[in-house]
């Protein structure tokens, strides 16, 4: 029995296969400092962007709410963030990166900016150009295109 033709390549999952090879390069640095991949994502947006809400952080590091929980109090016990409430709002919380977090980017820069160098050295720069631009098209036209089209409500 075979199944159904499909007209097109699986393209969530070349996106997947991509993410996997090019993580599999940056890991070896996450595990020597003892992160995860959402904790330098994390650590990376606070570092970037200064403090954030847990909601600007999960947008921005594309990991979900309760997972996001989970991943905010384990960096906040490593003492990677610092959490507040706002005085103003007790239901608000704010996220600031800590001087430990702060330590841990500088140290790493240098070792995450020799990764992008090898990958760039292996397929050019042209082609991270282009890849860089291609995936910025698609998430913007993708995104709007989920944005102007009917709610399921």
């Known amino acids: 029995m075979t199944g159904p033709e499909f007209g097109h390549r699986n393209l969530p999952l070349l996106l997947l296969q991509a993410r996997e090879v090019v993580l599999a390069r940056f890991r070896p640095i996450l595990n020597a400092h003892g992160v995860t991949e959402q904790q330098w994502r994390v650590v990376r947006a606070l570092v970037e962007r200064g403090t954030l809400e847990p909601r600007q952080i999960g947008d921005a590091c594309r990991i979900s709410s309760p997972s996001l929980a989970g991943v905010l109090a384990r960096m906040e016990a490593l003492g990677l963030v610092k959490r507040e409430r706002l005085a103003d709002d007790q239901r608000r919380v704010r ?3 800590t001087a430990r977090s702060r330590a841990l980017a500088i140290t790493m820069a240098p070792q995450v900016d020799a990764i992008y160098a090898s990958i760039e050295a292996s397929v050019g ?7 860089y631009a291609l995936l910025d098209e698609l998430i913007a036209t993708l995104a709007v295109a989920a944005d102007t089209s009917p709610s399921a409500d």
């Not at 720069?125 to 890849?131: L, Y």
């Open 95 to 97: 996220v600031s990166p």
């Open 125 to 131: 720069r042209q082609t991270i150009d282009r890849c």
